[in-house]
């Protein structure tokens, strides 16, 4: 039985990934240190899954969200937005533009 077509991320899975990764990186854990805090906080992800969410070949459930949100200590809400701290578009790049630095999507509000 061949697996239903997967809908592409959108720019909240998007800015998931991408914070996950920055966040990882600027505190220097390895996919193993985010699972082992994981493992901790009640939500275990392996290192492979880790590893498909940062690359955006695997969706993050409530459950798994709501765990990173904990493990790295902030709000769900901040692994959900563009990243503020972006040097080159501060979170917000010009409509219909995408940042080469973060890759977040100048989208326009309706």
Do not use: K
């Not at 914070?19 to 992800?45: C, F, H, K, P, T």
């Not at 690359?55 to 990173?68: F, K, N, Q």
């Not at 809400?77 to 999507?105: K, Q, R």
């Amino acid at each position: 039985m061949s697996e239903p077509p997967r809908s592409p991320l959108g720019p909240a899975g998007n800015n998931l990934r991408r914070n996950i990764r920055r966040l990882r990186e600027q505190r220097r854990w390895s996919y193993r240190d985010v699972e082992e805090r994981l493992a901790q906080a009640g939500r275990a992800i392996p290192v492979l899954e880790l590893s498909a969410i940062d690359t955006g070949e695997r969706r993050v459930d409530v459950d798994d969200l709501v765990a990173l949100a904990a493990v790295f200590d902030l709000g769900v809400e901040e692994l959900l937005l563009p990243p503020a701290d972006c040097v080159t578009c501060h979170g917000a790049p010009p409509i219909g533009f995408m940042c080469m630095e973060c890759g977040t999507s100048g989208l326009p509000t309706a």
